[in-house]
Nanobody, 116 residues
């Protein structure tokens, strides 16, 4: 079965950096686009960044452009989200997502808290 496992979240101060990882299994990882979403308390889950199957195309939410970078290593079945210059408003649970045959699959999420 499809599984996505995120890791790398934590508590850090504004201006800091963090790298999230999401390892996929149960599907042919190098065939599918991958995305990172986030959900802050009381808010909807929003798209942060996406990357196509081979890593050549990426897109970002305006709020993270220039600060976050999505990348993937298909040899490790892993997608990453490098987050720099973090702000308190980046505080959220971060999820990775894959869509396979119109079915969405989500990881369990990893908490990122940015606070002084």
């Amino acid at each position: 079965q499809v599984q996505l496992v995120e890791s790398g979240g934590g508590l850090l101060q504004p201006g800091g950096s963090l790298r999230l990882s999401c390892e996929g299994s149960g599907f042919t990882f190098n065939m599918y686009a991958m995305s990172w979403y986030r959900q802050a308390p009381g808010k909807e889950r929003d798209l942060v960044a996406s990357i196509n199957y081979n890593g050549e195309n990426t897109r970002y939410a305006d709020s993270v452009k220039g600060r976050f970078t999505i990348a993937r290593d298909n040899t490790k079945n892993t997608v990453y989200l490098q987050m720099n210059r973090l702000k308190p408003e980046d505080t959220a649970v971060y999820y990775c997502q894959v869509i396979i045959l119109l079915q969405e699959y989500w990881g369990q999420g990893t908490q990122v808290t940015v606070s002084s």
